[in-house]
């Protein structure tokens, strides 16, 4: 069965410095698809960033880019010159190929300060 | 303009009374979700569905039901709400072969005295 994890409750930061967030997954399929996504302070969720597992390239969308470690299950959300809008929970996210199940993490809070 | 929409926003009931939370897209995606949100949980989904009258259950089902007689409309039923069902609803969907990322709508927030 799928399974998302993410460990880190919350990250502070200042302002214009790069933080990462963890996720680790569990799937039996050889093949699946992982996203990132962020929750406002409104309740919107909205897409960020993805990688299909079949990619060797790290995903970079914007100030967005993913670490992608296969062997160890990982992918992880770097934003670079963090801003304070940044400031939302993230969610991880797995699919696995051939399914239509979409799993999340439990999210990491980050809070972007001046 | 992609969206999905959801109604309604809030909702406020009593425990046993039946609940209708409401999803349209104007996306004509095939395939759309209905998850709920607790604090430190995450999303948990409760039905996955294909297409009309094509759905498959999630990892929560128990208590809940859907129903999709449209292909842009995906409803999901509490009969009998209970308390433990408080919680944030969101509605999704994905086009086409389910590659793509999820669309989500801007939540229902029901609450079950």
């Known amino acids: 069965a799928q399974k998302v994890t993410q460990t880190q409750t919350s990250i502070s930061v200042v302002e214009k410095t790069t933080v990462t967030m963890d996720c680790v997954y569990e799937t039996r399929d050889s093949s699946y698809f992982l996203f990132w996504y962020k929750q406002t302070a409104s309740g919107e969720i909205v897409f960020l960033i993805r990688q299909d597992s079949y990619k060797k390239e790290n995903a970079t969308v914007g100030h967005y880019s993913l670490n992608f470690q296969k062997p160890k299950s990982s992918i992880g959300l770097i934003i670079t010159a963090t801003q304070i809008e940044d400031s939302a929970v993230y969610f991880c996210?797995?699919?696995?190929?051939?399914?239509?199940?979409?799993?999340f993490g439990s999210g990491t809070r980050l809070l972007v300060s001046p | 303009d992609m969206k999905v929409t959801q109604m309604p926003r809030y909702l406020i009931k009593r425990m046993g009374e039946n609940v209708l939370l409401e999803c349209g897209q104007d996306?004509?995606?095939?395939?759309m979700y209905w998850y709920r949100q607790d604090p430190g949980l995450g999303l948990q989904l409760i039905y996955i569905s294909y297409d009309v009258d094509s759905n498959s259950e999630g990892d929560i089902p128990k208590g809940y039901r859907v129903s999709r007689k449209k292909r842009e409309h995906f409803s999901l039923i509490l009969d009998s709400a209970k308390t433990n069902q408080t919680s944030v609803y969101f509605c999704a969907s994905i086009p086409g072969q389910g590659t793509g990322q999820l669309y989500f709508g801007e939540g229902s927030k029901l609450t079950v005295l």
């Open positions: 996210a797995m699919r696995d190929d051939g399914g239509y199940k979409v799993v």
């Open positions: 996306m004509s995606h095939e395939t």
